[in-house]
């Protein structure tokens, strides 16, 4: 028969187990969040997807940017300038009128683009990047399709995460470091990246010598503070002893994962919140929300088209309620992974759908781009790994190495990845 005091024995004993295996798992958490930017293949696609869907804009909108963000447009310097004073918005279009300046901007925007596709010093680049999307998106809020507020948020939030740690030139950098270190010999000193932190430097000191930023204050100090921690990273990285290092991974790591969950965060806030919006509609209610935008010409690019759909009562309504249903029902579906990758997939065809239909395809891109980082790791791997093979195919490369070894880069199918947040 147990006595009392065993009883409290074994109650004690319990709660130390209960607490061991708390203290484990806090941290096993703890050491997931801080040893690694969790989502490589997921932030590397949202990166591709934000970047090509910025430079695709800024492409197609070439021959009219003086009308839409530059001095010939009708939102006139002085009405941006007033705006601009009540929201704090940052805009560097907002300096001067000069035409030369807007040509400038609007040059680095497109290249920023262009690199930070690519992946080249994406942590400096995508710093050029934010202040291309602000600067044009902030001198004219009234000419965007929804997509563009997508954007501004994005720019922000892809400064914060490491995006170019698979398919970027940064990774190939990096291999190749390895392969030269290993080799023995040193490898060579990359002097593009402190080139391009010295000639920021002199952009942010004139912008502050030579501009009144009062009204943009917290801007430029949030680009001092980037600029600053760019060349903190360098230094250390290249002289500085292991526990400096050690201790700027983590800091990046966890500034990485923190992005990397506000962006999921904002992905199901913006269907939670038009799905519900919708929902109070009366003509979301009754299923003929989709009938009326198919029948204004500034949504028909395909006249025909839309009226082939729109002619069929049935399907009008069903993918009315089809749309609110996926709205709602998407930020409710991440626990179940299963469950979570067939709306992803519905909703990315939606957003396509969107692009023929009703003429959107930058809110279109860019919303198909944000649902990106809900990808599940096995298929993003495994069509990296399909991409490279159709590379080297195009290119007539044929795979070099030992017979038998696996071949090695940033998009290897095979081995245990690295862990993610959406699986």
């Not at 190749?176 to 402190?194: K, S, W």
Request: aromatic share 10%.
């Amino acid at each position: 028969m147990s006595t009392p005091d065993d009883l409290t024995r074994t109650t004690a004993t319990g709660a130390r187990d209960g607490k061991a295996g708390l203290d484990q798992r806090l941290a096993r958490a703890v050491q997931a969040v801080t040893a690694r930017a969790l989502g490589p293949y997921q932030t590397a696609i949202v990166r591709i997807g934000f970047s090509l869907t910025w430079l695709a804009f800024l492409l197609r909108e070439l021959p009219h940017r003086h009308e839409l963000y530059g001095p010939d447009g009708p939102w006139s310097l002085e009405l941006a300038r007033r705006l601009v004073a009540d929201n704090r918005a940052f805009s560097v279009l907002l300096w001067t009128d000069g035409r030369l300046w807007f040509e400038f901007v609007y040059g680095v925007a497109v290249l920023s683009a262009v690199l930070l596709l690519l992946g080249w010093h994406t942590r400096a680049v995508s710093v050029v990047f934010m202040a291309g999307v602000l600067s044009l998106l902030n001198r004219s809020v009234f000419v965007g399709d929804g997509g563009d507020n997508v954007l501004h948020l994005a720019s922000i939030y892809l400064v914060l995460v490491r995006c170019g740690q698979v398919w970027s030139l940064d990774a190939r950098r990096a291999a190749r470091r390895a392969r030269e270190a290993a080799a023995g010999p040193p490898p060579r000193r990359d002097l593009a990246g402190p080139l391009l932190w010295t000639v920021l430097g002199g952009f942010l000191l004139a912008t502050t010598w030579f501009h009144d930023v009062t009204g943009e204050w917290w801007v430029v100090v949030l680009l001092w503070v980037l600029w600053l921690g760019h060349g903190l990273w360098w230094l250390v990285s290249r002289y500085g002893a292991g526990e400096a290092r050690v201790l700027l991974d983590v800091l990046a790591n966890l500034a990485h994962n923190a992005a990397l969950i506000v962006l999921m965060a904002e992905v199901c806030l913006i269907y939670a919140t038009a799905g519900w919006y919708k929902v109070q509609g009366s003509r979301w209610q009754d299923g003929t929300a989709l009938y009326y935008p198919l029948h204004l010409d500034y949504f028909t690019p395909w006249p025909a088209l839309s009226e082939l759909l729109a002619s069929g009562g049935v399907m009008v309504m069903l993918v009315t309620y089809g749309t609110v249903a996926v709205q709602v029902a998407f930020p409710f579906t991440l626990l179940h992974r299963g469950t979570k990758n067939v709306l992803l997939v519905v909703m990315m065809l939606e957003h396509a759908g969107i692009a023929v239909l009703l003429g959107l395809p930058v809110f279109s891109l860019a919303m198909i781009s944000a649902d990106a980082v809900f990808l599940p790791t096995a298929f993003l791997v495994a069509a990296g790994a399909r991409a490279a093979r159709m590379r080297d195919r195009l290119l007539r490369i044929r795979p070099g190495g030992v017979p038998g070894q696996r071949r090695t880069g940033e998009g290897k199918a095979s081995g245990a990845g690295p862990r993610t947040l959406v699986g």
